[in-house]
């Protein structure tokens, strides 16, 4: 029987470790891909050019492979969601966490699954019907398909992303902080915001990460929303991001213009890198 065991131990041992090195696997596979495919187009084009150009041209008669506008808009729609969804999300991790009663707290964190699986296709469709005119009759513009249109849509799909995380970090914290806390003195809200939070502050981070994830990575939803046009952002101007740019002319693509968004993908795979480096700073920092 101990044989029998420890054999499973082994065979166990072996079988997660083997799934380890497959997830490793795919990340070389993935940034070696990229890179093959990317570096080409970036020497051929001047990286000076590439990176900071500001005329997106790939199908003129002289085509241009500017894509300063695009990094531009991502990380301004990027910056914008988050300043609207983390906030929101968090303090929607708070009271589902500590503050909500029992029953109406099941009904908010059932109402966030559903938004976690609810596909990009169907954000960006009521972003068309809804958000778009609105904010063509709000701000009386000729046409609703913009950067802050996307801000908006974006926001809304990274809140259950945010919350579910930061609820479950909050959840976390051990009961006797909250109670050490009230019976110093502390109200409840003072031992949630200067105690509580404080201590899930790591799985919050992670949370936001995960939510920027969400935000740099979608295409189809801002590309319904935003007017997917080259220009330098605006607030009100029709925009493309990074995603969109891959997105909307890899079907039609071929040759130097292909190559070209395999480099874009290549910068775009690179701003999650920094972005999942810098909260792996972060998070080693609070340890320590």
């Known amino acids: 029987m101990k044989r029998a065991a420890n054999f499973l131990e082994k065979a166990m041992n072996v079988i997660f470790t083997f799934c380890g090195f497959i997830a490793i696997a795919f990340v ?39 894509i300063l506008p695009f990094i531009l808009t991502s990380v301004y729609g990027t910056v914008g969601a988050v300043l609207i969804g983390v906030p929101l999300g ?8 500590k503050m909500a009663p029992k029953g109406l707290g099941t009904v ?13 296709v169907v954000y ?4 068309m019907i809804l958000i778009v005119p609105f ?11 913009n950067l802050f249109s996307a801000i908006i849509v974006l926001a809304v799909m990274i809140l259950p992303t945010v919350i579910s995380v930061s609820e479950t970090a909050i959840r976390s914290v ?10 110093l003195g502390a109200t409840k809200t003072e031992t949630v915001f200067k105690i509580i939070v404080p201590a899930a502050k790591s799985g919050i981070l992670t949370g936001i990460v995960l939510g920027i994830g969400r935000s740099i990575g979608e295409a189809m939803a801002v590309m ?5 046009v080259a220009n330098m952002p605006s607030l009100f101007k029709s925009v493309r991001f990074l995603t969109t740019a891959v997105a909307s002319e890899m079907s039609y693509s071929s040759g130097l213009q292909r190559q070209a968004l395999f480099s874009v993908a290549l910068v775009l795979f690179v701003f999650i890198l920094i972005i999942n480096l810098i ?7 609070d340890v320590k």
Not at 90 to 97: Q, S, V
Not at 124 to 127: D, F, P, Q, S
Not at 174 to 183: F, H, I, M, N, V
């Open 279 to 285: 909260l792996n700073l972060v998070v080693k920092k």
């Open 174 to 183: 051990p009961r006797e902080y909250e109670e050490a806390s009230l019976a």
């Open 224 to 228: 319904m929303v935003s007017g997917n």
């Open 28 to 66: 070389v596979l993935v940034t070696v891909f990229l890179l093959v495919s990317g570096i080409p187009a970036i020497k051929e084009i001047g990286i000076f050019n590439f990176l900071f150009g500001r005329v997106w041209a790939s199908t003129a008669q002289s085509p241009s492979y500017g």
């Open 108 to 120: 908010i964190r059932n109402a966030v699954d559903l938004l976690s699986g609810i596909p990009s």
């Open 90 to 97: 968090l303090l929607c991790a708070i009271f589902t966490a």
């Open 135 to 145: 904010v063509r009759e709000a701000f009386n513009l000729p046409d609703g398909a």
């Open 124 to 127: 960006g469709l009521i972003g």
